[in-house]
């Protein structure tokens, strides 16, 4: 199909039905207006937006205070405009292709109809437009969105091109968790600078290895994060947006917060920590407590790095929060925010394992899921979307793996053979860090949508370099399930 006739399709096939299916309120998405400010890694008023165009473009942005520098946009901002939807409302949106090279968008963590998920199948042209449309069916939480182009994701990620889709729902509002101007989401990407400002993709031979590791680290676009904060407790969203880079993160003064959400939404109650560690595309959300600083305090939050040894393992400097002298949030918090149903492993359908594995093949390094580099045109893994699967991802390599599932959500079982004891691994997730020679044990519910999905490698140099592979969800009917070199899709 070209793309003219796919853009017809979606509009009188798939938007028709889409349409006659939904039910809710139309579109409310409202896009934040994210205005670049290189001392205050702030978040921005909402604006509604219906159905409107996100233009993915080259643009000079304000990355740097006084001096406009070319990136990669979506939505004309740097970064990309926050989205926030209530849960049953529609999303819609159309993405304007105006870069030299192919693109589409995936809605990260969303469960959305498979030609809705941004598949690389269905990049689009320079010049080009894609529609999207689906019913918003997940529960409160931090997601985020990214292009997904074979090949390419790494680079336009890198270049600028992701940001914050949030969800709110009923239950959430219920409870009295930090709102309003309390609650900040924060997108954390390391960039290679080496002293110069200028934002360009040049992976070297060990990026090519470990993914692209960055000297400095952008919070919400910002070279130089510092956000101003009342005294009083914060809602903090954390995104891991960078493409490598593992981090692990404290605050200078070693002080106690909460972790309340992981990937998926909230978590069965709050669990105090010191550190958190975040791999990409991992989301986090935290309580943090300001009341007890006084007015003019810096509060230091960095990463002191991941593993003993290697380029992951240098300690980065990540944001400065500023104390300010007025109230702010002054509720005490919920002691429990929502009820998880933990799968049953007794209840899985199927058990699949996957060796994470690296070869050098003429000099280049391939990252591969079992023996297999991605193939956008095969067909790896077929499942039925409505069974409940086991999925077991053994590292083989000295580099950690945070291995991402499309249209999916679920449960940290064991890493090497034991539960999990980190909260970040707790509740529902779409994306699990498995360290080199672990063996990662997750249960996993996959979306009610049948059709084309991929799961991969979210360190995107890896995904890149083969690291994923196609997941086709079919009705539970066909009782067709199984991995590995199915068969050659025909792709219409
Ligand atoms: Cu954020 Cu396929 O990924
Ligand atoms: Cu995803
Ligand atoms: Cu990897």
């Known amino acids: ?27 409310m998405a409202r896009l934040g207006d994210t205005a670049p400010l290189s001392t205050d890694a702030s978040i921005f008023p909402q604006l509604l937006v219906d159905g409107g165009d996100i233009v993915a473009a080259v643009t000079g942005q304000e990355v740097w205070r006084g001096t406009s520098t070319p990136v990669w946009t979506l939505g004309g901002t740097w970064p990309a405009p926050t989205i926030t939807v209530d849960t049953g409302e529609e999303f819609s949106a159309r993405l304007v292709n105006n870069l030299d090279e192919p693109t589409i968008i995936h809605w990260h963590g969303l469960h ?139 605050f200078g003064d070693n002080r106690t917060f909460q972790v309340i959400g992981t990937d998926g939404g909230l978590l069965d109650r709050p669990y105090d920590v010191t550190s958190i560690v975040l791999a990409p595309a991992e989301r986090v959300e935290l309580l943090v407590d300001f009341s007890n600083d006084s007015n003019g305090a810096s509060v230091e939050f960095a990463s002191s790095g991941f593993g003993v040894s290697g380029r992951q393992a240098v300690p980065l400097s990540v944001m400065t929060f500023v104390v300010g002298p007025d109230e702010g949030w002054r509720q005490p918090f919920p002691t429990s925010l929502t009820r998880i149903d933990m799968l049953d492993p007794n209840s899985a359908t199927k058990t699949r394992t996957f060796q994470l594995r690296m070869e050098m ?29 086991i999925w077991e991802f053994t590292n083989l390599t000295p580099i950690s793996h945070p291995m991402h599932i499309h249209n999916a959500f679920f449960q940290v079982l064991t890493r090497n053979g034991a539960p999990p004891t980190d909260p970040t691994d707790f509740g529902w997730k779409d994306t699990v860090n498995v360290k080199s020679t672990e063996s990662v044990r997750v249960i996993v519910r996959f979306g009610a949508d049948t059709g084309l999905f991929v799961f991969h490698c979210h360190n995107l140099e890896h995904a890149g370099h083969g690291m994923m592979l196609n997941l086709e969800l079919v009705d539970g009917a066909m009782g067709v399930e199984q991995t590995g070199n199915v068969r050659k899709m025909d792709l219409r």
């Open 1 to 27: 199909m070209s793309n003219l006739d796919r853009r017809s399709f979606l509009k009188n096939s798939i938007g028709a039905t889409l349409l006659a299916g939904l039910t809710g309120p139309r579109l």
């Open 112 to 250: 959305a109809p498979s030609l809705m998920d941004g598949h690389p199948r269905n990049v689009i042209g320079p010049g080009e437009s894609y529609d999207y449309r689906f019913l918003v069916k997940n529960r409160a939480g931090t997601y985020w969105y990214h292009p997904h182009p074979h090949m390419e994701t790494a680079k336009q990620v890198y270049m600028g091109m992701a940001g914050f889709f949030i969800v709110h729902d009923a239950e959430e509002r219920a409870l009295s968790l930090p709102s309003g101007k309390y609650d900040v989401p924060f997108a954390i990407q390391d960039r290679l600078l080496l002293g110069e400002q200028k934002i360009s993709y040049e992976p070297g031979m060990a990026d090519l290895i470990d993914g692209l590791l960055g000297d400095a680290v952008f919070v919400n676009g910002s070279p130089t994060p510092r956000f101003s904060v009342d005294r009083g407790l914060y809602r903090i969203r954390l995104l891991n947006g960078s493409n490598a880079r593992i981090y692990t993160l404290s």
């Open 361 to 389: 093949n003429m000099g280049m390094p391939h990252h591969l899921i079992g023996t297999d580099s991605y193939d956008m045109e095969r067909v790896d893994v077929i499942a039925n979307a409505d069974g409940t699967e």
